[in-house]
């Protein structure tokens, strides 16, 4: 009997371990395609930090604990322009400010775990992995699966891995980089590398041209305050869009 249940525990053990390796390499097969552009995205904000006057033990100090590229890129003006700390943090706070969505979005997916375990996976969260994660398990009848939760690991493990080496990677060859070339416009291209596959529906296009149009507007705003606007504009069109145009009609 001992031996039976033994065995048992252990044919229990390899079905986990194999449902948990399995969905794991199917989150990282799905993030694959825009490592790239995480990369170069990477790369451009460590190089950014250095030449904004941060050290380099600051700026590797920034990357690891904030991990955020549109945050850090946003609030390197605001410091070398002296801007005051409350109005950096603000910054910060708005063009994160969809982490809040994100964040809403996935408890029901990971509500069980403890909160030191959700708190990691909030720090390690991405927004490729999100959109990877929702349209596969969007529609699920039953959540918070281990195979939910090892597929989104998978998406989102091998972006932090990449952004961190190609951050520090930037940081460190920063002082070669020439100041006359055209760094802004390389982020432009990974970004967009990242962001145009994602517009896939009316509600997305409908937050992609408000953004847009609000950053484009809100150019001769100081401290790049017309970024700022462009976030709350394209999340409050996106969600304005998703209630009305999936309205059915009377």
């Known amino acids: 009997m001992a031996s039976d249940s033994s065995d048992c525990t252990l044919e229990e053990a390899r079905q986990?371990?194999?449902?948990?390796?399995?969905?794991?390499?199917?989150?990282?097969?799905?993030?694959?395609?825009?490592?790239?552009?995480?990369?170069?995205?990477?790369l451009v904000t460590g190089v950014a930090m250095?030449?904004?006057?941060?050290?380099?033990?600051?700026?590797?100090?920034?990357?690891?604990?904030?991990?955020?590229?549109?945050?850090?890129?946003?609030?390197?003006?605001?410091?070398?322009?002296?801007?005051?700390?409350w109005l950096i943090f603000a910054a910060g706070f708005v063009v994160n400010l969809r982490f809040l969505i994100f964040?809403?979005?996935?408890?029901?997916?990971?509500?069980?775990?403890?909160?030191?375990?959700?708190l990691g996976l909030g720090y390690f969260t991405t927004d490729m992995g999100f959109v990877l994660f929702m349209p596969r398990?969007?529609?699920?009848?039953?959540?918070?699966?281990?195979?939910?939760?090892?597929?989104?690991?998978g998406t989102i493990s091998p972006g932090w891995v990449v952004w961190q080496t190609a951050s520090i990677i930037?940081?460190?060859?920063?002082?070669?980089?020439?100041?006359?070339?055209?760094?802004?416009?390389?982020?432009?291209?990974?970004?967009?590398?990242?962001t145009v596959p994602l517009v896939t529906t009316r509600p997305i296009v409908v937050s992609v041209l408000a953004a847009?149009?609000?950053?484009?507007?809100g150019q001769a705003l100081p401290l790049r305050l017309g970024l700022a606007a462009a976030v709350i504009a394209g999340i409050v069109a996106g969600m304005l869009a998703e209630r009305y145009l999936k309205r059915p009609a009377r």
């Open 212 to 217: 847009g149009l609000v950053a484009w507007v």
């Open 16 to 42: 986990i371990r194999h449902e948990r390796g399995v969905a794991f390499r199917q989150g990282v097969h799905a993030i694959a395609p825009a490592l790239i552009a995480t990369g170069t995205w990477g």
């Open 170 to 194: 930037g940081i460190y060859l920063g002082a070669m980089v020439p100041s006359a070339w055209s760094l802004d416009f390389a982020a432009v291209l990974a970004l967009m590398a990242i």
């Open 50 to 85: 250095v030449k904004s006057g941060l050290t380099e033990s600051m700026a590797v100090t920034m990357t690891l604990l904030l991990y955020a590229g549109s945050a850090q890129l946003t609030s390197l003006p605001l410091i070398m322009a002296g801007a005051p700390l």
């Open 103 to 118: 964040g809403a979005a996935l408890h029901p997916y990971f509500r069980h775990l403890s909160w030191p375990k959700r």
């Open 137 to 153: 398990y969007g529609e699920a009848s039953v959540r918070g699966t281990r195979e939910q939760l090892w597929f989104f690991l």
